[in-house]
């Protein structure tokens, strides 16, 4: 299954990851095809990926098998009314990446084990101004609204802005960790 590159915060955090990870599993919200937790799972990391399609989690189930990765696929829509199908404080890192659903913050930082670690990673309104990507505003985060969403967690660190290269992408990108 050809993969695209997990995100720059991934590797930037990868200790942080590592630590938090013995809190319990990854969770990956939204997961698409799982390129996230597809790279903490090959470190041995115990992994959780959500996501809502089918053909997505049946390919990334397909993969986890073919592999034997401790990679837990499980179909759910984050949009439900039923949230984050996992107990409360049970999960080491959750991680979320080209994913916004306002409702559903209060339930992030539920699920987060004290101690635990968050990764998010979205874009901003000003993705707008280039010709691609999303832009419905209910999937772009006005400025500091990320911060804003998760105040309650510690900062670790924060970056709002667009990226380099070629094909640039208006993002912010958050580690932030629940308190103890």
């Known amino acids: 299954m050809e993969q695209a590159e997990p995100s720059g915060l991934l590797a930037e955090q990868h200790e942080a990851i590592a630590r938090a990870a013995r809190l319990g599993p990854v969770l990956d919200l939204a997961c698409g095809r799982g ?101 419905n505003p209910a999937f772009l985060l006005r400025e500091g609204e990320l911060r804003t969403l998760f105040s309650e967690l510690e900062e670790i660190s924060y970056r709002e802005g667009p990226t380099p290269g070629p094909r640039p992408q208006h993002l912010a990108r958050l580690a932030a960790r629940r308190p103890r």
């Open 35 to 135: 390129r996230h937790a597809l790279a903490l799972a090959e470190r041995g990391l115990p992994c959780v990926a959500i996501d809502r399609d089918p053909e997505a989690l049946a390919a990334l189930s397909s993969e986890t098998r073919r592999r034997g990765l401790p990679l837990a696929p499980v179909r759910a829509d984050l949009e439900s009314d039923h949230g984050i199908p996992v107990r409360a404080g049970s999960c080491g890192v959750i991680l979320v990446f080209r994913f916004l659903f306002r409702p559903l913050a209060p339930a992030i930082v539920e699920a987060l084990a004290p101690g635990g670690l968050l990764l998010y990673e979205t874009f901003t309104r000003h993705q707008r101004e280039l010709a691609y990507g999303p832009r």
